[in-house]
């Protein structure tokens, strides 16, 4: 692996549309960072800011008398990604938000261009596998997340100097191993055969 400076990586996306992807839980994920995904769906343009990962635990310190701390115990972790799709007309983006069946698809036709028809319920939307696909160079970086749920957070704005756009956060939940999230890196130096 890479030590000094072609250690320190950027987190850019492998290309401009297809650095979130998706697919049903129970699909084959990746394990490595260069791994084939053809069973993932490309989301789409994600907002110049990327995608925050956050890794929250809370820890509890037990303490004996005469205030010593004695032992430290966990009591809540999780681990989010929140990014802004900025594809407001992309059926796969709006299936992702507000659920496959609140989202009907009219093909267009001699009298009317394609139309999208959105159901606003207040049902949680199905979780879904989630890859991150990003490079620094020859470095491949990706996130996986064997069992997502995706949220929708924040405003949606309709004005004429600004894109439609929906920001969400992924809570990622454990998997089958107790893992709710992999990351996995390859710097793309290979050795001569």
Do not use: C
């Not at 030590?3 to 084959?28: F, H, K, M, N, R």
């Not at 920001?167 to 290979?190: H, L, R």
């Amino acid at each position: 692996m890479a030590e000094g400076t072609s250690a320190i990586l950027a987190g850019a996306p492998v290309d401009a549309t297809g650095g979130v992807l998706t697919a049903p839980i129970g699909t084959t994920g990746p394990t490595s960072a260069i791994d084939a995904i053809a069973d993932f769906i490309k989301t789409g343009f994600v907002g110049e800011d990327g995608i925050t990962k956050t890794v929250d635990a809370s820890d509890e310190k037990i303490k004996a008398w005469g205030g010593s701390t004695v032992k430290i115990v966990r009591s809540e972790h999780s681990v989010t990604y929140a990014f802004t799709f900025l594809e407001s007309a992309n059926a796969t983006v709006l299936k992702l938000i507000h659920g496959e069946e609140n989202v009907i698809i009219t093909p267009p036709t001699a009298d009317h261009g394609g139309q999208v028809e959105i159901r606003e319920r207040g049902e949680l939307i199905e979780r879904q596998e989630f890859v991150f696909d990003m490079k620094d160079g020859k470095t491949r970086i990706r996130e996986f997340v064997p069992d997502g749920q995706l949220s929708h957070t924040g405003d949606v704005q309709f004005v004429h100097s600004a894109i439609i756009s929906y920001t969400v956060t992924i809570e990622a939940f454990p998997d089958g191993d107790g893992v709710k999230a992999y990351s996995y890196m390859d710097d793309g130096a290979t050795t001569a055969a």
